[in-house]
């Protein structure tokens, strides 16, 4: 290996036999695929129950890479997809866990006594009107829908890609007083790519209904 890839020392080879090499390198990074594949997706599809994303990658200047190499894999390109959950919550979240959850943010940045106290009542009031669990027991189980594992379920991807991970977005709804709940999750899909198949389509679903009818019956608890 030299800094600038590697180097065949062909000395012992004889001059009457045909060699095949096979090498794996490591690529110096993900910006390199960008000058391979052309990443493409189209706006959402929502339908009656779920919201399909169209995605598509497709190799580069096939003419010069058929040129230049005998053949090339391009395994698991990575295609990313933000599929935002924040503002579909906030539509089931009922107004008194609403307004609990409100106050009680207000209740922790608020230092005049007689505010504090008021804002403490008016939480104390929400509390009461929702029954139920805990705060805390809620916005825990809440929190839980995100995890990779939990979030999976409600993706699917077709066609040529295939799911591979999913990603919490770094953006939380703040009016809780700590991070609950991503603004968007972020569905990792990949598919392969070669100099036979240049170019490769995929859809992800993510079943909204099914979605938000878990975190009404987290919320409702």
């Not at 600038?4 to 020392?9: A, N, S």
């Not at 598509?56 to 053949?71: D, F, I, N, Q």
């Not at 100099?195 to 009404?216: M, Q």
């Amino acid at each position: 290996m030299t800094e600038e890839g590697f180097e065949i020392r062909t000395g012992s080879f004889s001059g009457n036999h045909v060699f095949i090499l096979d090498v794996d390198y490591a690529l110096p990074s993900k910006s390199f695929i960008d000058a391979l594949v052309q990443r493409d997706r189209a706006k959402e599809f929502p339908k009656d129950r779920e919201r399909e994303f169209w995605i598509h990658a497709e190799m580069k200047h096939p003419k010069v890479l058929k040129t230049k190499y005998g053949r090339l894999d391009l395994q698991d390109v990575e295609f990313g997809i933000d599929v935002g959950v924040s503002e579909q919550i906030k539509m089931v979240i009922p107004p008194a866990f609403k307004m609990e959850l409100e106050t009680g943010t207000r209740l922790l940045q608020e230092r005049d006594p007689h505010k504090k106290r008021v804002l403490g009542q008016a939480h104390v009031k929400a509390m009461r009107h929702r029954g139920g669990g805990t705060t805390s027991e809620i916005l825990g189980h809440l929190q839980e829908l995100f995890f990779p594992l939990a979030f999976k379920r409600y993706i699917e991807v077709l066609e040529d890609f295939h799911y591979s991970d999913c990603l919490r977005g770094s953006s939380f709804y703040d009016k809780i007083p700590f991070p609950t709940y991503p603004k968007s999750m972020t569905v990792i899909s990949r598919a392969d790519l070669n100099l036979s198949k240049l170019a490769a389509d995929g859809i992800v679903k993510f079943k909204e209904a099914e979605f938000l009818e878990k975190v009404k019956d987290i919320l409702e608890t």
